[in-house]
């Protein structure tokens, strides 16, 4: 399925480079003969076919594999690894420090809600499509860095730290990273 975005993906440019760097200089010169010429057609079937198949094989992967939903559960981290933002846990003494854990996520919103978010950035008011995205994105990469802290024997996870990246358009990466420790009785 990737081998088959991605050839829909070169189609696309090459049709879209095709048809804008040689087919307009060709129309603005050539404007009086109507006939299309047939690498002008090829170019237009590779710029629209090549969308057409990235947003299919996009939508069959999503359908098939409902990341979204499954992989990314909304609920609270497991609360058998304890999470602190500080260096030390009051009462407690770190007994081994295991490593540097991490979690990733890239997440992105589909178009629809990215046009409702800007029709609300226009208007005012918060861009709840944008908070439910963050959110999200917050619990996939704090689930996961407390899965890696949970496979090391970790105890707890200090100095925990969240960071945000714009990616693309509307996709955000979010790493959440910290300190794996072991705790004495």
């Given at each position: 399925?990737k ?9 696309f440019?090459l ?6 760097f ?5 129309y603005l010169i050539?404007a009086?003969?109507?006939?299309v ?5 090829i ?11 990235v947003l ?11 990341t979204?939903e ?5 609920t609270?981290p497991?609360?058998?690894?304890l999470?602190?933002n ?21 997440f992105?919103?589909?178009l629809?809600?990215d ?9 005012g008011g918060e ?7 963050m959110g999200?994105?917050?619990a996939a990469?704090?689930?996961r860095?407390i899965?890696q802290a ?9 100095n925990?730290?969240y960071m ?5 358009g ?5 790493l959440a ?9």
């Amino acid at each position: 399925m990737k081998i088959l975005r991605h050839i829909g993906s070169l189609a696309f440019v090459l049709g879209l480079f095709t048809a804008i760097f040689v087919g307009l200089p060709w129309y603005l010169i050539v404007a009086d003969d109507p006939v299309v010429p047939w690498w002008f057609r090829i170019a237009i079937f590779c710029l629209l076919g090549g969308i057409l198949v990235v947003l299919l094989t996009v939508a069959l992967e999503q359908r098939k594999n409902k990341t979204s939903e499954k992989e990314v559960p909304l609920t609270e981290p497991d609360p058998r690894i304890l999470l602190m933002n500080s260096a030390e846990i009051p009462g407690r003494e770190i007994t081994e420090i295991l490593g540097l854990v991490q979690g990733h996520t890239v997440f992105a919103i589909w178009l629809g809600k990215d046009l409702s978010a800007i029709v609300r950035l226009i208007l005012g008011g918060e861009l709840t499509e944008y908070t439910e995205m963050m959110g999200r994105a917050r619990a996939a990469a704090t689930n996961r860095m407390i899965a890696q802290a949970a496979e090391i024997g970790a105890d707890a996870i200090i100095n925990v730290r969240y960071m945000t990246t714009s990616v693309v358009g509307s996709a955000a990466e979010l790493l959440a990273y910290g300190t794996a420790i072991k705790l004495g009785k």
